[in-house]
């Protein structure tokens, strides 16, 4: 069992940057974010491996980098340029494998980009 603990979010203005951080219980191979905003699908935001490959979604890209420090089972969500439209519950997300086969959430954390 890996258990996830989030920070970072709250409200910004559009322009406006915000970082999140997830530590995890224990080393895992994937970890990242998603998010999910009001009647929307839950999407991949951004996932990276314990090697360091990333992945990141075509609407975030030139704005958010995701960063991780194995050796304290954290990774790090630096979100630039925010817009209204990334307004949503951002959810940490660890994997053993592909980041799109989830093996644990996190609690959720809310970001709110308006001015």
């Known amino acids: 069992q890996v258990q996830l603990v989030e920070s970072g979010g709250g409200l910004v203005q559009p322009g406006g940057s915000l970082r999140l951080s997830c530590v995890a219980s224990?080393?895992?191979?994937?970890m990242g974010w998603y998010r999910q905003a009001p009647g929307k699908q839950r999407e991949l935001v951004a996932g990276?491996?314990?090697?360091?490959?990333?992945k990141l979604a075509d609407s975030v890209k030139g704005r958010f980098t995701i960063s991780r420090d194995n050796a304290k089972s954290t990774v790090y969500l630096q979100m630039n340029i925010l817009k209204p439209e990334d307004t949503a519950v951002y959810y940490c997300?660890?994997?053993?494998?592909?980041?799109?086969?989830?093996?644990?959430w996190g609690q959720g954390t809310q970001v709110t980009v308006s001015s």
């Open positions: 990276i491996t314990s090697v360091g490959t990333t």
């Open positions: 997300f660890a994997s053993t494998g592909s980041y799109y086969y989830v093996n644990y």
């Open positions: 224990r080393s895992i191979f994937s």
